[in-house]
């Protein structure tokens, strides 16, 4: 089951793993020893941490990713965030006040959505990766077999009547809803339990 954490305005989860876990998003840049209080009062030992999944690139969703990855958190990336990992290093230069780090493209794994069921099981961990570009085109949700799907900034589903015909988002929702999910974990909207 995954663990919520929030340090900042961003929901981000660790989903344990048999030997580690992976981290679903991260805040902004300079949230890294407000996240390391908050792992710790979750109990969660940042060692631990063994992998990272952005639900996509915006600074809000990777900006201590490159800080992550200096403490030896792997970068998980699939083939859809590949060419946008650095979307928020413009941002973050103009915010000169701000300590951030960059990604370093040496050090991350890029998998497909389609065999991320495989990845995911050699880690222990029950469920799949699968793309939602209707918010930005690296967009990606992560779904548990246990029923948690974190969506990332997807927009929320009640609000899919506000949106009309908008057929990108209703095809992410779809394809959300097909997995059956007993819970939606959003990156900035409360929880949301179906069953």
């Known amino acids: 089951m995954p663990i919520r954490l929030?340090?900042?305005?961003?929901?981000?989860?660790y989903v344990?793993?048999?030997?580690g876990g992976i981290l679903v998003d991260t805040d902004y840049a300079g949230t890294l020893p407000l996240f390391f209080r908050a792992a710790g009062q979750a109990g969660i030992r940042v060692e631990r941490i063994k992998w990272l999944l952005a639900t996509h690139y915006h600074p809000d969703h990777m900006g201590i990713a490159g800080d992550l990855q200096k403490l030896?958190?792997?970068?998980?990336?699939?083939?859809?965030?590949?060419?946008h990992l650095h979307d928020s290093d413009a941002i973050f230069a103009r915010e000169k006040r701000l300590p951030?780090?960059?990604?370093?493209?040496?050090r991350i794994t890029v998998i497909r959505c389609g065999d991320s069921r495989n990845f995911l099981r050699e880690l222990g961990i029950s469920g799949e990766i699968f793309s939602t570009p209707s918010h930005s085109p690296d967009c990606v949700s992560l779904y548990l077999d246990s029923g948690e799907c974190m969506v990332g900034d997807l927009e929320p589903y009640s609000y899919l009547e506000a949106y009309g015909d908008n057929a990108a988002l209703r095809k992410d929702w779809d394809t959300v809803m097909?997995?059956?999910p007993s819970r939606i974990l959003s990156a900035h909207v409360n929880e949301v339990v179906l069953k």
């Open 6 to 13: 929030r340090y900042g305005n961003t929901n981000t989860y």
């Open 72 to 83: 030896g958190v792997k970068l998980l990336v699939t083939e859809e965030q590949k060419d």
């Open 178 to 180: 097909s997995r059956d």
């Open 16 to 19: 344990p793993g048999s030997d």
């Open 100 to 106: 951030f780090t960059p990604v370093d493209d040496r």
